[in-house]
């Protein structure tokens, strides 16, 4: 291509509508596919919440009170598909699927617009290949095709708008209603999701190393209003809209999530900081490939002797000397790079909390952004300082188109939840919740369906959670209910056995025991589980019901009046006790005790029963 060619090429390149349009393209081409996809795993969480609440626009004020999954306070997703049943009358996979890939389309072109403010037009070229770099990362596949992540698309669509009202503000002529923009699309952002408080860090990153003229004062300023407007938004928060939930928050990370949780001590939090810092320099890099979940026993996370620890501390160091030469010669990209990369990933680098799954490849959703563009940096410095020609933009375009074939056979994993178990799975064997997670969906599937070959799958996938984790109770008792609906009472009572013996406090294991063997005609083995039960839960109407109907059956009558005229004797206020009462004396053509045994039973609790339904 002779100079003059490559002016005009270079030039149209430039156009910000040709750089929209191939940006559309290249998000048409990857997601366009998705419109036929089903929902996926915890695609339930969006779907079970606005099942039925969302009829007329009074009702998406109802959606403030509602919880995302008992996990974070998330409204601004959940009005999101509000609107999409409002206008298309129910929710609908395709419909969803479009609106994911519209809004990824937003980010693209609200990030680029970003990087043209901050940069200006000296590498507007540079920015673009970052950007499709972006677009095609097969790390943000999972983001995208993923319904329920609309959160992390939300978040990071208001996080660059705010900030670019920001920016804009300390650019350009400092207008009130800038800064203003910018704090209520930073409000947005974090009612989506709070990792949208990395832009906050961005922002403040950029006036502190960036703002020549008056930057302490500036940086100042920006501090307070950061603290002012985190304060309302926690005291708002924290103080009325969660205190009025519909189901109360509960963010406690489990071990078999992060054994982390378990013990959070400062020099454990170090450790596993630099390990994370590598994971997840591997997914930005790619040299580990995406997965539905890691978890406990995927990664090593607390180990101070592995490659991964090692590794962490010198990228970390590469890290900060290179912020320090860029930030020496005003080097402005490679500065808000590493700002950016640092302010928007350290919430999860399982330092300030343990996070679930250890990693996740949409933690670094947003930090992906910055990674993308100091990648394509990289390229042109190295090979600027070398002196090898003018081919880094090749050497982009090359990695662009790999990583845009991989993307699109990853997004096929997401069909449903089969494609992406069954993808991703066999890779998974050593992950105890990736293999829980297989377990329940192929059981939930399995009694939608009735094939015995989900309820196969669904045992499969659980013995393979407990052989990782013997000493769990969930997957024990899931791989019980899964041999009982297959009718192998003997594998049954083995593991529910085991899940009995791995938490002494556990009333359910016994009571399944109980009524495989109440199942199996086996009455007298049935009550001694029943009763070992019911000294772990005393006030467990089912298993009162269940030892008197044992009694009974067994035409053991006084046992059966005695065992419930006991509880009365303890607890007067046991309703489960007059109702056994009531139906015994029912049973026996004794109407008038039956009635008083029923009426003093609803006074305890007990549900009026009609009628009809006495027999």
């Given amino acids: 291509m002779n100079d003059k060619r490559k002016v005009v090429y270079t030039n149209v390149l430039h156009h910000n509508g040709l750089q929209w349009l191939i940006l559309f393209i290249v998000v048409f081409a990857l997601y366009s596919k998705t419109l036929s996809f089903d929902y996926n795993l915890d695609d339930y969480i969006i779907t079970d919440s606005l099942d039925g609440k969302v009829n007329s626009l009074s009702d998406l004020l109802s959606l403030f009170k509602l919880s995302y999954n008992q996990a974070d306070y998330r409204p601004i997703v959940f009005i999101s598909f509000g609107i999409e049943r409002l206008i298309f009358g129910s929710l609908n996979p395709a419909v969803s699927h479009g609106v994911n890939a519209c809004l990824y389309f937003l980010i693209c072109i609200s990030a680029l617009k970003l990087f043209n403010i901050l940069f200006k037009q000296e590498h507007r070229l540079l920015l673009l290949f970052g950007i499709l770099l972006f677009c095609v990362h097969p790390i943000n596949t999972e983001a995208v095709v993923s319904i329920k992540c609309r959160d992390n698309l939300l978040s990071m669509l208001f996080g660059l708008t705010s900030t670019i009202f920001f920016i804009k503000y300390f650019e350009e002529k400092k207008r009130a209603y800038y800064l203003i923009t910018a704090i209520v699309f930073s409000i947005i952002a974090l009612l989506s999701k709070k990792d949208a408080l990395g832009f906050w860090v961005f922002s403040f990153g950029y006036i502190l190393f960036l703002k020549r003229d008056r930057k302490v004062f500036y940086a100042v300023i920006v501090g307070i209003v950061f603290i002012i407007v985190g304060s309302i938004y926690s005291y708002v928060v924290d103080h009325t809209l969660t205190k009025n939930l519909s ?26 900081s630099f390990n994370t810092f590598y994971y997840y320099f591997t997914k930005l890099t790619y040299t580990s490939s995406a997965k539905y979940y890691y978890g406990y026993q995927y990664y090593d996370v607390l180990t101070a002797k592995s490659i991964s620890f090692f590794i962490g501390i010198l990228l970390f160091i590469v890290l900060f000397v290179a912020f320090v030469y860029a930030f020496i010669k005003q080097n402005r990209i490679v500065v808000l790079c590493i700002i950016g990369l640092a302010g928007t990933s350290i919430y999860a680098l399982n330092f300030f909390l343990p996070v679930a799954g250890i990693i996740a490849d949409r933690y670094i959703f947003i930090a992906n952004l910055f990674f993308c563009l100091l990648i394509v940096y990289t390229f042109r410095f190295v090979f600027d300082y070398l002196k090898i020609g003018n081919y880094h933009f090749h050497i982009t375009a090359s990695v662009i188109v790999v990583f ?41 599937e399995y009694k939608l369906t009735e094939k015995p070959a989900d309820l196969e799958q669904a045992i499969m996938y659980a013995e393979k959670a407990n052989t990782i984790y013997p000493g769990n109770v969930l997957v024990y008792l899931l791989s019980g209910k899964f041999y009982f609906n297959k009718g192998d009472y003997n594998n049954a009572i083995q593991r529910f056995k085991i899940a009995a013996h791995n938490n002494d406090t556990l009333s359910e294991a016994l009571i399944l025991i109980g009524d495989i063997y109440y199942a199996s005609k086996n009455s007298d083995s049935a009550l001694i589980f029943y009763k070992k039960a019911l000294t772990i839960a005393p006030t467990n109407s089912e298993l009162i019901n269940n030892i008197s109907t044992v009694y009974y059956e067994q035409g053991n009558k006084e046992a059966s009046l005695e065992f419930n005229y006991d509880l009365i004797a303890k607890d007067s206020t046991t309703f489960a006790a007059y109702e056994n009462l009531g139906y015994y004396y029912l049973a026996e053509k004794d109407t008038i005790k039956a009635q008083y045994y029923f009426k003093q039973g609803e006074r305890f609790g007990l549900k009026p029963i009609p009628i009809n339904q006495r027999n």
């Avoid at 189901?247 to 939090?269: G, K, W």
């Avoid at 890779?427 to 192929?442: D, F, H, T, V, W």
């Fill in 247 to 272: 189901e109360p928050l509960l963010t406690q990370v489990t071990f078999t999530e992060n054994p982390l949780a378990t013990n959070f001590t400062f020099s454990n939090r170090l450790v596993a």
């Fill in 404 to 444: 845009s074939i991989i993307s699109f056979i990853r997004i096929d994993a997401w069909k449903n939840f089969r494609t992406l178990i069954d993808t991703d799975a066999p890779k998974l064997y050593n992950s105890y919740e990736a293999m829980r997670i297989a377990a329940s969906e192929y059981y939930d």
